[in-house]
């Protein structure tokens, strides 16, 4: 797709330490589809930021002066589309997912895990700009996926593994990756559970695309997927 058809997404920056507010400025300039509107060191100032500048997409810390950043994106989840957490503290990931954060950075925030995020964010731009081009119909083996005026029939047994963004959910298969207007709890209700096992709050694997088995980690044939701690013990009975 070409990058022109993207929308700006408008952002603003919230945390208390001010080297990380230069890197999250100085790392977005790369990505011209990304407008810095502001930056701010505490979720106070964030916060009435936010009520004015109304912006797509938020950066923010968790532990802060006054309160945290987990604290101030329950105030504004209904007004910010995309939310991004950059924090020390990794204990917080499943509060961070269970707000719906589109991805949770660990600190120190490098250029490349920046690369990786600022990705995922123009994927989720881009399928909220062509909602409308990605239905998806679940068939006995196949899936069928509407694009625009087009419409491609997948084999499930194509399907190297799932990732869930927001209210979308990514397809990955060997030729090319396809992006729905569906989650991936609504693909796992649909899909087989003999064929396709949810391994992290973000991702499903199908099970014959398994090449090998770690603590944290399933290798895919193109990639190596993280699980998460609460599907461990299922991952661990699985048998290649």
Known sequence: MNGSTL???????????P???LFISEFAKAFPFLQNCGTFANALEGYEAQQYIKPDLVFLDIEMPGF????????????VDIAVFITSHHEFAIDGYELSALDYIL????????????RRIREYAL???????????????????????????LSQ???????????????????????????????????????FMRVHRSYA???????????????????????GKTYRSAIAKLRL
């Open 7 to 17: 929308p700006n997404v408008r952002f603003i920056a919230i945390d208390d330490n």
């Open 19 to 21: 080297l990380d507010l």
């Open 68 to 79: 945290s950043g987990l604290e101030l994106l329950r105030k504004i989840r209904n007004e």
């Open 107 to 118: 600190k120190p925030l490098t250029e490349e895990r920046f690369q990786e995020t600022a």
């Open 127 to 153: 399928m909220k700009h062509r909602a409308e081009a990605y239905e998806v119909f679940f068939g006995n083996d196949t899936l069928t996926i509407k694009e625009g005026y087009n419409q491609v029939k």
């Open 157 to 195: 047994k194509d399907i190297i593994y799932l990732e869930a963004m927001q209210d979308y959910t990514k397809i990955i298969t060997p030729q090319k990756n396809y992006m729905t207007l569906s989650t991936l709890t609504c693909f796992m209700e649909q899909l087989p559970p003999d064929r």
């Open 205 to 227: 694997v199908s099970l014959n695309q398994i090449k090998e088995l770690r603590h944290s980690e399933v290798v895919c044939s193109n990639a190596i997927i993280p699980v």
